[in-house]
């Protein structure tokens, strides 16, 4: 060896390495993207769902006619496929001087059914949560809007596994 003469590492030759390190992770990034636009399409369809509930129960406790009601959130339901995949019950429930709780009037409307968590009939007992013991007060009304959505995934993989198992959602508001 000659002197001033250093030892030089010799690079190894890379030609087709991010081309395999790209294949290896593309099935990562796939499965993250439709993660991502399913989970996405849930939240967004969950926050319009709950918009429409407070909607409807806020414009029948005004004093709107049911029919205009359910005319309001079928406008505003869009995105939404109401007449499809979904589901909207107006109830007003009353309570009598004799503290008896019923279904004083029922709006339906939607193309999947779904079975009401309040009540089922007119006339019919009404059922409300156990944290609203007094409500409505006596000789006055509540109003219920129950909010039913199927939502079926978009992408290949919420095809074969479903978001935390259900495509069926519910909300309820109550005025």
């Known amino acids: 060896m000659k002197p001033g003469r250093r030892w030089q590492r010799v690079p190894l030759p890379q030609s087709g390495l991010a081309v395999l390190e790209f294949a290896m992770m593309l099935p990562v990034l796939l499965v ?12 967004l369809i969950r ?5 429409l509930s407070r909607e409807a129960a806020n414009l029948a406790c005004r ?3 049911f029919a205009d009601v359910m005319s309001a959130v079928q406008t505003s339901a869009a995105p939404l496929n109401l007449a499809q995949d979904g589901y909207v019950i ?3 429930i009353y309570r009598s ?19 009401s968590h309040v009540g ?3 006339g019919g007992a009404a059922v409300l949560p156990a944290s609203t013991p007094a409500m409505p007060p006596t000789g006055m009304s509540l109003y219920v809007a129950e909010v039913f959505y199927h939502v079926d995934p978009i992408t290949p993989l919420g095809q074969f596994v479903t978001l935390s198992g259900n ?8 005025f």
């Open 167 to 174: 495509s069926s959602y519910y909300d309820v508001a109550f």
């Open 32 to 43: 993250l993207l439709f993660a991502s636009i399913d989970l996405g399409r849930v939240i």
């Open 97 to 115: 001087s004799a503290s008896v709780v019923t279904v004083k009037s029922r709006l339906t409307y939607g193309g999947r059914a779904g079975s």
């Open 90 to 92: 107006l109830t007003e």
């Open 120 to 122: 089922a009939t007119v």
């Open 47 to 51: 926050q319009i769902m709950l918009n």
């Open 63 to 65: 004093g709107t006619a």
